[in-house]
């Protein structure tokens, strides 16, 4: 592949902060990929950007020899190792996420495909049985939200950061389609008002009432509730600290709490539990419903392979700019799936309309897609998804 130019400029994301676009210029045409922004990173995900911030990262672009990546000869997927090299740490997640992904959309072309077909998706998505035509993917949709996600409406928000609703329908349109009307539901219920950053629902009610709301919804629509705990984010000092209703929970007693709640609201889905480095505690947790790693696995093939040793995970989220390399996204995902351990490609809760993260999900067979309800940012994926499943 011949590239012509290769360029950087910053970009808007939905809290209006900037955020880096990558554009690849080939004789196919333009590539572009924008990168998300999280607000309740993780200790251990790779910096957005190097030390003189986005600035530098797109200065380094601009100022990149464009003969020089043409000479690495990048014509499939792993030749991101020699782009890689040569970038070496010059730049940080973000960037090296919307870079490679540039690359990729310009090598997919090239080669006369669409991105998730690149990276191998049919096989690994449709299944053979069904002619081709059966689509596997889940979505997962933030409904109402809490913790450091939720700002607006009360002081006492749930401490829990995200609510979520996966809907069982037979095709990935019908799961959106379901996810829609549990949102929708779940707002006369709560008689919420106001929405959030990711574009979930604001209350003042507790983490309870929250849940007792999500089960009357899921008797009237085929959905299975999630949570995001987000455990470092209310975390300190070897406590859990609860804001709403107001308690102190040590570790063991915030296990139980996780448990009771699995088992008392049938829940499918737990996402953080406890707090980043608490590897243990993930597997005390049991193996009843989903467990799901964000920010004690961060998307990096080595802290994988720990929860993995300790049994302490059976989901994961894959976030491309917690880690950067495409190379490395693969292989969590491809480690996850000889270890029996579900993928959850994940948006970020700042978002742009940028929907490359729906073909990562098709094409490296991701299991779920956590991408939001509400908000164009967030259906832009959904609808990229839809895009491929009845293409
Ligand atoms: P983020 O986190 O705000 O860092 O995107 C979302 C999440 O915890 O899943
Ligand atoms: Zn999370």
Redesign the pocket.
């Known amino acids: 592949m011949i590239i012509k130019k290769i360029g950087a400029k910053a970009v808007k994301n939905s809290r209006g902060k900037k955020t880096i676009c990558v554009i690849v210029k080939t004789s196919c045409g333009r590539f572009r990929t924008s990168a ?7 200790k251990y995900e790779v910096k957005s950007y190097a030390r003189g911030g986005l600035n530098s990262d797109i200065k380094f672009f601009r100022k990149l020899d464009v003969e020089k990546i043409n000479g690495l000869g990048i014509e499939k997927f792993e030749d991101l190792k020699k782009v890689e090299r040569l970038v070496n740490e010059k730049i940080g997640g973000n960037s090296l996420f919307a870079f490679e992904a540039s690359l990729l959309k310009a090598l997919a072309r090239e080669n006369g495909k669409e991105l998730w077909e690149f990276l191998g998706g049919r096989k690994r998505l449709f299944s053979k049985k069904d002619a081709g035509k059966k689509f596997r993917m889940r979505s997962v949709g933030n409904v109402i939200g809490g913790g ?2 939720s700002e607006g409406v009360s002081e006492n928000r749930p401490d829990f ?2 609510f979520l609703f996966i809907a069982r329908g037979k095709s990935f349109a019908e799961c959106v389609k379901i996810n829609r009307n549990a949102y929708k539901m779940a707002r006369k219920l709560l008689k919420a008002y106001q929405r959030n ?1 990711e574009g979930a629902w604001e209350t003042g009610l507790e983490n309870e009432t929250v849940l007792d709301i999500m089960s009357e919804v899921r008797k009237k629509l085929r959905v299975d509730i999630g949570l ?1 705990v ?1 455990g470092s984010s209310f975390y300190k000092n070897g406590f859990y600290n609860y804001k709403n209703p107001s308690t102190k929970l040590n570790k063991n007693e915030q296990i139980n709490y996780i448990k009771e709640l699995i088992k008392d609201y049938k829940i499918f889905y737990v ?2 539990g406890l707090e980043e480095n608490d590897f243990a505690g993930f597997r005390g947790l049991g193996k009843s419903c989903l467990i799901v790693g ?2 004690l696995t961060t998307t990096n093939p080595s802290r994988l392979k720990k929860a993995i040793r300790v049994r302490a995970i059976n989901g994961i ?1 894959v ?1 491309p700019n917690q880690i950067g390399s495409l190379l490395k996204v693969k292989e969590v995902v491809d480690i996850s799936r000889r270890a029996g351990i579900k993928t959850i490609m ?5 978002e742009t309309k940028d929907n490359t993260i729906a073909d990562l999900a098709v094409g490296f067979g991701c299991d779920f897609i ?1 991408t939001g309800i509400y908000g164009r940012v967030r259906e832009a994926k959904l609808k990229r998804v839809i895009e491929i499943e009845e293409g």
């Open positions: 998300p922004s999280g607000k309740s990173k993780g450091l996600h950061q995200e950053d995001d987000a996402e953080d964000d920010d989220i976030k994940s948006h970020r809760s700042g956590k």
